[in-house]
């Protein structure tokens, strides 16, 4: 498994905006992609982004795209997720995570994840 640590959440006005780390240890990152979910309070986790990081193709959730950009940084071994015009409903538990598997949006894909890192967008 790959050992995974989030930090960069925080407290944020709404149109305000945040940058999440991820940075990663334990396993040569060719062959995975990254993801990054979220659990808002009281509701399911969900998709938000993921980069394969050979050739560096993303997704993104409907409810972010056009706000938040995931990138990565080779030689630091590090996921970026860069969140702009942040809106209250964008407040959860954000994860980082990683998988081997082709299902990228999908969260049982993914067998390492972080501890989470909480953003709350106040309006």
């Known amino acids: 498994q790959v050992q995974l640590v989030e930090s960069g959440g925080g407290l944020v006005q709404a149109g305000g905006s945040l940058r999440l780390s991820c940075t990663a240890s334990?396993?040569?990152?060719?062959?995975?992609?990254m993801g990054w979910f979220r659990r808002p309070p009281g509701k399911e986790r969900e998709f938000v982004a993921a980069?394969?990081?050979?050739?560096?193709?993303?997704v993104y959730g409907d409810s972010v795209k056009g706000r938040f950009t995931i990138s990565r940084d080779n030689a630091e071994n590090t996921v970026y997720l860069q969140m702009n015009s942040l809106k209250p409903e964008d407040t959860a538990i954000y994860f980082c995570?990683?998988?081997?598997?082709?299902?990228?949006?999908?969260?049982?894909?993914?067998?390492?994840w972080g501890q989470g890192t909480q953003v709350t967008v106040s309006s």
């Open positions: 995570a990683a998988t081997q598997l082709l299902n990228i949006q999908l969260a049982v894909a993914y067998d390492s």
């Open positions: 980069i394969k990081w050979s050739g560096g193709s993303t």
């Open positions: 334990g396993r040569t990152l060719s062959n995975y992609a």
